[in-house]
């Protein structure tokens, strides 16, 4: 527990030494999520490995979506700094899943539930959604079940 907190803590440190902004810029904005979800009412000042996981996920999700709005708006200046900070991010997720892995864990989860159509998408979409938490974003798991299921009906 706080594993991730303690490690971004730390990494805070060497950045500041490196004297990498970027990275400490991001390191900072990351321990300031852990910190607000930690001190949440009703919360017990803990902050589990796999929140802090999904608030890291949150973080690099918000990063890329910015970096593509200021690419939209021309501003390739502020695109690259969230890019980069994206990247510092990213290191602190578990190894992503590939493609087939999302298939065959997807397919998995439709044997298991019996589902057989696209009306059991919420179903299946639920179990998969625990399962491969962390490991890949919701979008492709989300299109692997559409797909998948589309192929059973």
């Given at each position: 527990?706080?594993?991730?907190?303690d490690k971004v803590?730390?990494?805070?440190?060497?950045?500041?030494?490196?004297?990498?902004?970027?990275?400490?810029?991001?390191?900072?904005?990351?321990?300031?999520?852990?910190?607000?979800?930690?001190?949440?009412?009703?919360?017990?000042?803990?902050?589990?490995?796999?929140?802090?996981?999904?608030?890291?996920?949150?973080?690099?999700?918000?990063?890329?979506?910015?970096?593509?709005?200021?690419?939209?708006?021309?501003?390739?200046?502020?695109?690259?700094?969230?890019?980069?900070?994206?990247?510092?991010?990213?290191?602190?997720?578990?190894?992503?899943?590939?493609?087939?892995?999302?298939?065959?864990?997807?397919?998995?989860?439709?044997?298991?539930?019996?589902a057989a159509g696209?009306?059991?998408?919420?179903?299946?979409?639920?179990?998969?959604?625990?399962?491969?938490?962390?490991?890949?974003?919701?979008?492709?798991?989300?299109?692997?079940?559409?797909?998948?299921?589309?192929?059973?009906?």
């Open positions: 527990m706080n594993e991730l907190f803590s730390g990494d805070i440190k060497t950045a500041m030494l490196a004297r990498d902004k970027v990275a400490l810029e991001a390191l900072r904005g990351m321990k300031k999520e852990f910190l607000e979800a930690k001190t949440a009412k009703g919360g017990d000042g803990n902050l589990a490995d796999d929140v802090a996981v999904k608030l890291v996920q949150k973080m690099l999700k918000q990063r890329k979506e910015s970096a593509q709005i200021y690419n939209e708006q021309n501003r390739p200046d502020l695109a690259q700094n969230e890019l980069a900070e994206a990247a510092v991010i990213e290191k602190y997720l578990p190894a992503q899943m590939t493609d087939e892995e999302i298939e065959l864990a997807v397919a998995e989860v439709i044997v298991q539930l019996g696209p009306q059991d998408m919420g179903k299946v979409m639920g179990v998969a959604s625990k399962q491969l938490a962390g490991k890949t974003e919701g979008r492709l798991i989300s299109e692997k079940v559409k797909f998948l299921l589309s192929k059973i009906s």
